[in-house]
């Protein structure tokens, strides 16, 4: 069993929907990630977070420490969107990321 | 303040030769991560550097690979005789350093094509 899974694997959704991404990890962690790969490859950092509930635009980032489990929501979604997910879970001593396999978005106009 | 550089963006070597890959954390950042991307898999910890210390390899294959973080100059993740299985995606990482849970911030990775 990996230390941080995610689900759903593949989404798809049409464009204004409401989509949410799920990630559950077994570890101890100083904090959790969501990062965003884009077709291209480059990854961008959008939240670390390690309590609580954080908002960048529509995108909304939760987490639940005692239940080790964490979702990404994205708002309104767009085409623009479309782009791999993944949440990773910061090892507690060094801060390693122990990163889920990703969640493959794509959202159709 | 630029971001995290690395470079070459795209490297192709043939099966036996050294591989040089090179990542310039953010001004300010002294600590580094390697992360390797195989094909259609996920991410995978490789190590972890302070300037001048490797704190944490144990992502590291145990032979052929190694990693630097001189005082001066960027982060080296070195691959001698390159396999084809060494083909994929690496990607580095910086942080401040000021404590635990800092962001890390990505480069843009180094895609190495093993011939």
């Known amino acids: 069993k990996n230390e941080v899974e995610q689900s759903p694997q593949n989404l798809t959704a049409q464009e204004g929907e409401f989509i949410t991404i799920n990630c559950s990890y077994s570890?101890?962690?100083?904090?959790l990630h969501w990062l965003q790969q884009h077709p291209g490859g480059g990854i961008v950092s959008l939240f670390m977070?390690?309590?609580g509930k954080k908002k960048h635009g529509r995108l909304i980032a939760t987490i639940n420490i005692q239940e080790k489990h964490s979702s990404l929501h994205i708002t309104a979604s767009h085409p623009r969107d479309s782009a791999v997910y993944i949440c990773?879970?910061?090892?507690?001593?060094?801060?390693?990321?122990?990163f889920g396999t990703g969640t493959r978005l794509q959202v159709f106009p | 303040n630029a971001g995290v550089m690395q470079n070459p963006r795209h490297l192709v070597r043939r099966r036996g030769q050294e591989a040089r890959l090179r990542c310039s954390p953010m001004?300010?950042?002294?600590?580094v991560y390697w992360y390797r991307q195989l094909p259609e898999e996920g991410l995978k910890f490789m190590v972890y550097?302070?300037?001048?210390?490797?704190?944490?390899e144990s992502g590291m294959p145990k032979e052929r690979f190694s990693a630097e973080f001189p005082k001066e100059g960027p982060s080296i993740l070195r691959i001698q005789q390159v396999v084809r299985g060494d083909s994929a995606a690496y990607f580095c990482?910086?942080?401040?350093?000021?404590?635990?849970?800092?962001?890390?911030?990505f480069g843009p990775g180094t895609r190495l094509t093993v011939l």
């Open positions: 990773a879970a910061a090892s507690y001593n060094t801060d390693k990321l122990i």
């Open positions: 550097l302070q300037k001048e210390n490797i704190i944490d």
């Open positions: 570890v101890g962690i100083s904090a």
């Open positions: 990482a910086s942080s401040p350093g000021t404590g635990l849970k800092d962001t890390q911030y």
């Open positions: 001004k300010g950042h002294s600590h």
């Open positions: 977070l390690s309590s």
